[in-house]
């Protein structure tokens, strides 16, 4: 009996400890935050890069010009003549040939670039014109050729036909070039006149282009102040020591006349 007792005093401080283990556990258990359920990641809950900072629009800046490169290799022309100043091109014509400017009007009358005595001569600048054309009046000569070389095509400027079928030429310097629009084509009688440089002011200048413009039944128009005046002249028969002009003012590239800056009442003398 008494070995009975005993066991179920060990028994019931068995079961004692147990519960209190438990409630120990479970105090401890209902302390504890519990854990936040994890989900997964979508593409749009990534958190997004650093930034950048956003960079300035590149301003335009206006392309730094070109230097004027001429077609024509004049160092080499130079090598054969330093007379050489330029090259005209009429296209559609045989006219394609060096200007050439020695001071006189005689010299390349009867000389070709090289110097040789020829009666076909070369085309050449007035002895009064600046060498770089920027004079007013701008007067080439070149002799009319049977042949059909140097100035013989300007001839044909004075059927209307033709001369709306060649509007524009072109005369190359070495560090630029001219484009020019023909204006008017007609003969008269040699004289000063035709080659005439100097004008007091520009009303007169103008006014001497209108008179050029008059003596050609199909003249183009023209805008006034004209800024310079091209005359290519050469032998024509028609009267007695006979010259055909062929005229035309200087246009930018989309073919616009250029015009004159005038100063303030215009009066200086220029050429």
Not at 25 to 31: H, K, L, P, S
Not at 210 to 215: A, F, G, I, P, V
Request: proline residues 6%; aromatic residues 12%.
């Amino acid at each position: 009996m008494k070995r009975t007792g005993k066991l179920l005093i060990g028994i019931a401080v068995i079961l004692l400890l147990a519960a209190g283990t438990v409630a120990i556990t479970g105090q401890f258990a209902w302390n504890r935050k519990p854990a936040e359920p994890s989900e997964p990641q979508t593409e749009s809950q990534t958190a997004p890069p650093t930034a950048q900072a956003p960079t300035e629009p590149e301003i335009a800046t206006e392309a730094e010009t070109e230097p004027y490169v001429s077609p024509i290799d004049f160092e080499v022309l130079w090598e054969k003549n330093p007379d050489v100043i330029g090259w005209i091109t009429i296209e559609g014509t045989h006219i394609d040939y060096p200007i050439l400017y020695s001071g006189d009007n005689d010299y390349y009358l009867h000389h070709d670039i090289d110097g040789n005595e020829t009666v076909a001569g070369s085309i050449f600048l007035d002895l009064e014109d600046k060498t770089d054309m920027t004079s007013r009046h701008n007067v080439i000569y070149g002799h009319r050729m049977k042949d059909g070389s140097m100035f013989k095509d300007v001839i044909r400027f004075r059927e209307e036909q033709f001369f709306k079928e060649h509007p524009y030429y072109t005369i190359y310097l070495p560090d630029r070039e001219i484009r020019l629009k023909v204006i008017s084509c007609y003969y008269a009688a040699n004289s000063y006149q035709l080659r005439r440089m100097y004008f007091p002011t520009q009303r007169a200048f103008d006014k001497f282009v209108e008179r050029s413009l008059e003596k050609c039944p199909y003249a183009e128009e023209v805008e006034y102040p004209v800024k310079s005046l091209f005359t290519l002249i050469t032998c024509s028969y028609e009267v007695d020591d006979a010259r055909t002009m062929l005229l035309a003012v200087e246009v930018d590239g989309d073919g616009n006349q250029i015009l004159a800056e005038t100063a303030a009442g215009g009066q200086t003398k220029t050429r």
